[in-house]
């Protein structure tokens, strides 16, 4: 199915578009077809996530992320606070909870100095709630006209507990399918605010550090077989690249998928599918059916996972893809985005 | 002393200007004033070097580095060579062999594919070289206008050798100070070709990996007192740092200082010091005098150490400051820098 969306090969589209960076489609193909045979190495094959590494005998992940959202400061948050949540996030997919982050900045010449004290106090709030340490830094400055105010690096690295073994190839036919709460408020908050569009409610950006969330998952078992935060691309691309790396065939119930109403309403003026629009402070599971009852019940005891919900299950046909029961009965497919949704929503 | 070259507060600066990200005296501002207060936590003071942790038991340094250097591409090296060198080579700072990279891209809209190949292909095989291993990586795309084709960061993790302590607060009156070779290198190559200048031969860079160096160093003892490697602001930034956190003075004899001909020549042309050049492939150690002599033969026997040499020492006189011996039998306080002698050369 993905070839019929694919778009043409990289040597007939000789230079990066924005479609590049949006978790897509175009993205895998840029780390498959010139990151991956460049840097090569085993570990990398994972790039969507953080790496799982032995080091000194200690069992770590190792996670980075580059932030470049547009505005700064938006409802519900700011570039600091996803700075530290998104990285904090990525090593939680991997069962870890973050230790200690780096952060690395890259300033345009010309952004006021209050800005980037007031990102900075942000990034450090959030890391502070986050319970992770910012222990090493960098600056660089570019002439204006060469950047946008301000662009962030974090690279995290945490400890995976023994026993926890969070890979796609660990899914398997009967797993449920859980998220942890509503889904597309994020993208929906950044882009209302860069549109200028009003829908009646504000709608607050989700997001939030999933580390202690899924400290309690894991509290219930560590067998949990594969975490996701569904970022760019949205819910819909993190269930197809679990699809495909795992060979199995995921069937999502679509009443089940919770959406606010304020964010069905926006995606609808907008003309987005929610499926496909970006989360900060989600994340789905996948979860051993004799596990999932109590795994959801941890879940909606954390202030993160009130709102958790079984969303689907992992079956063993249409291997590699993802299909969305509709409430009328039909199905569809749900296909990986190809570009990019919503540019630099994180 | 430092007071006297000290530019207005801050908050007479309202903006961020190129000199920030010079790696002197408003660099070190910056940190102490906006992002050390925001983050805060005790092990942030080290922010100009790696970071040396405890994780599961292991020891480990941590650093990061974003990357963007213009242009490209120049002699002796590009941005993906920087890229693995300068993370690589902070960490050996703090005496870690590099064991894992991660990587960042941030690229400009309309930048061609193949330069971003050219780059990767670089980066991969600087980290070959260097014998570590890029395992977790990101991609961003802004639009044109808003980057400058490609901006690098990463970040890395090793393992710290037992009874391995480099700190400038180890540094003693009687320190032999040894440079591992040739100074004011890659400032004067990128300059060079930047400004289209000619000086009869052609500069490269001096861009190396310098993790192999300092094993061969801590082979002959693990007792060092302190390593750096002196990027932007050059000898004279990294010496001053290490003068005001160990509260030592540093004589430096000019004359011993390896300055290449033609990277004296291109700077009396250019009106740069080259202490103040930055270097990607030097070091400065700061060693017990028991140990010296044995520690320099061990960096002369290495490629990268065969021009080594024994430049000053440490004293208990005017302490916090760094006295240059001129040839002519005088003395001369090298201070910190204030701004930016050569933007963007890493």
Redesign the interface.
């Known amino acids: 199915m993905l070839s019929w969306t694919c778009p043409a090969p990289?040597s007939d589209?000789?230079?990066?578009?924005?479609?590049?960076?949006?978790g897509g489609v175009m993205?895998a193909e840029?780390?498959e077809q010139?990151?991956a045979p460049?840097?090569?190495?085993p570990?990398?094959s994972?790039?969507t996530?953080?790496?799982a590494?032995e080091?000194?005998?200690?069992?770590?992940a190792?996670?980075?992320?580059?932030?470049?959202v547009r505005p700064m400061f938006f409802p519900g948050g700011s570039i600091g606070d996803l700075a530290v949540n998104g990285t904090v996030n990525d090593l939680a997919m991997s069962g870890a909870r973050a230790?200690?982050l780096?952060?690395?900045?890259?300033?345009?010449?010309?952004?006021?100095?209050?800005v980037?004290?007031r990102v900075?106090?942000a990034?450090?709030a959030a890391?502070?709630t986050a319970g992770v340490?910012?222990?090493?830094?960098?600056?660089?400055?570019?002439?204006a006209?060469?950047?946008?105010g301000i662009?962030i690096?974090t690279?995290g690295?945490?400890?995976i507990p023994p026993g926890v073994d969070l890979r796609p190839q660990r899914v398997v036919p009967g797993d449920v399918v859980i998220v942890s709460g509503a889904i597309g408020v994020h993208g929906v908050a950044i882009m209302s605010v860069r549109e200028g569009l009003e829908f009646g409610v504000e709608i607050e950006s989700d997001c939030a550090a999933l580390g202690g969330l899924v400290e309690a998952m894991l509290a219930v078992t560590p067998d949990l077989h594969v975490l996701r935060d569904p970022t760019r691309g949205g819910l819909a691309a993190s269930l197809n690249e679990i699809a495909a790396a795992s060979g199995t065939g995921i069937v999502v119930r679509e009443r089940a998928v919770p959406v606010p109403q304020p964010v069905a309403n926006a995606c609808a003026v907008l003309g987005l599918d929610p499926m496909y629009v970006a989360n900060e402070g989600k994340l789905v599971a996948f979860v051993p059916r004799q596990h999932a009852e109590e795994v959801l019940a941890a879940m909606r005891a954390h202030p993160l996972g009130a709102e958790a919900a079984v969303i689907g299950e992992v079956v063993d046909e249409h291997r590699g893809m993802v299909v969305a029961r509709t409430g009328l009965g039909g199905t569809r497919v749900v296909d990986l985005p190809v570009g990019?949704q919503l540019?630099?929503i994180c």
Chains 1, 2 share one sequence.
Do not use: W
Request: some cysteine; overall charge negative.
């Open positions: 990289l589209q000789p230079r990066i578009v924005m479609g590049h960076g949006g993205s840029l780390v010139v990151f460049a840097f090569g190495g570990v990398l994972a790039l996530d953080s790496a590494l080091l000194g005998g200690a069992q770590l190792f996670s980075t992320d580059s932030f470049v230790a200690y780096s952060c690395g900045f890259i300033l345009e010449e010309g952004v006021g100095i209050d980037v004290g900075a106090e990034l450090g890391a502070r340490e910012v222990v090493t830094g960098d600056t660089k400055v570019v002439e006209g060469h950047g946008d662009y690096n690279s690295i945490g400890l990019e540019p630099r």
